[in-house]
């Protein structure tokens, strides 16, 4: 903080540039475009796709899931674009099945959520993109630190957040664009900053201020030196809540390539099983209770099974970096009684 102060230097100076480089390399992408938050990058990087197809007009469809965070949908919507909900399946990351059946030309992109640090099935959703030539944004706002090898001349954008409760978080407000594509690295980076070119005199396009700035940018280097050591205490957690809780919890598999963002199970009545660990001083947290189908009156008659099935049963377990046995333990242990 007292460097990036006493550099007098606080917008898109050299902390950006070098966390851009960092995180992208860490990611296994060619370029980092900082922005200041992960919902602008959404937005960016659709606003970046309907430039290229030069789609004029406000009302392009985009295919995404609605169980994730409002944030994916307000991100859409921002770009001029209306949602199009496909379903997920039962790990709640966007069913390919669905999507397939949903698919047709008139679609501008795909934004599948790397929902809780799970990374979805982008191979199979290339190959139904690929029949159309439909761009890929991936909504990857909490999949930092999970293993995505995911590469297609379709993926134009991985977007993270740097939010403070995500595995690599900011002391504020934060987000990037990664991408293998030069163009759009060049496009974005006028996006960000008011539509200008490299100059700063000339207007190219109709972008919008959004800048992830110096201060944040010198706090993220530091913490991204310890990502991989927080990521695999929070695998090796994950591995224990896997091996202790009741079979009828787990609603996912475990792996070693995730960053375990969050830890879900699924109950069925899960308003009286968070009522239960309240009392024992045990917090949960429901992400996400609402979907999105049911807050977007032009959706409400959608009918998404699995979707509302997940949102109504899934609940968020601690888990934390150095979180104790002894904790995980007594954790699954009045969740497994809920199962008796």
């Known amino acids: 903080m007292e460097r990036v102060l006493e550099s007098d230097h606080y917008i898109l100076g050299k902390e950006v ?15 980092g475009i900082g922005v200041a938050n992960g919902t602008d990058a959404i937005t960016l990087a659709l ?20 169980n994730s965070a409002p944030a994916t949908v307000v991100a859409i919507r921002r770009a ?28 501008m992109a795909v934004v599948p959520v790397h929902l809780y640090g799970q990374i979805a099935d982008m191979w199979e959703i290339d190959e139904i993109c ?17 293993l995505n090898e995911f590469k297609s001349d379709r993926l134009k954008a991985r ?29 974005v980076r006028s996006l960000r900053n008011y539509g200008m070119d490299g100059t700063g005199n ?6 919008f201020n959004s800048r992830l700035d110096e201060l944040q940018a010198a706090i993220l280097r530091e913490r991204l030196k310890d990502l991989l050591m927080y990521s695999y205490q929070r695998q090796t957690i994950a591995a224990k809540y896997f091996q202790m809780l009741h079979p009828m919890a787990v609603h996912r598999t475990f792996s070693n390539q995730e960053n375990y963002h969050l830890f879900t199970i699924k109950h069925p009545n899960r308003r009286h099983l968070q009522d239960v660990l309240k009392g024992k001083k045990i917090e949960t947290k429901v992400h996400y209770p ?10 409400m008659y959608v009918t998404l099974p699995e979707t509302e099935r997940h949102c109504a049963e899934v609940l968020s377990l601690p888990l934390w970096p150095g979180m104790e046995t002894a904790d995980i333990v007594r954790v699954c242990k009045v969740v497994n009684e809920s199962y008796a």
């Open 130 to 146: 690929k029949q159309y030539d439909t761009p890929i944004v991936e909504d990857a706002a909490q999949a930092l630190g999970s």
């Open 47 to 66: 606003l970046y796709i309907r430039y290229n197809r030069s789609v004029h007009k406000d009302g392009a469809l985009v295919a995404t899931v609605a």
């Open 290 to 299: 609402v979907p999105a189908h049911k807050y977007t009156t032009e959706h």
């Open 80 to 107: 001029g674009c209306i949602p199009v909900f496909v379903d997920v399946l039962s790990n709640g990351l966007m069913d390919p099945a669905d999507l397939k059946r949903k698919m047709h030309g008139k679609i």
């Open 202 to 207: 000339v207007l190219l396009h109709r972008g």
């Open 17 to 31: 540039d070098a966390l851009e480089k960092e995180v992208a390399e860490f990611a296994g992408m060619s370029y």
């Open 159 to 187: 977007c993270v957040s740097f939010y403070p409760t995500k595995n690599l978080g900011a002391i504020g407000d934060g987000g990037m664009i990664l991408t293998d594509n030069k163009f759009v690295d060049t496009i």
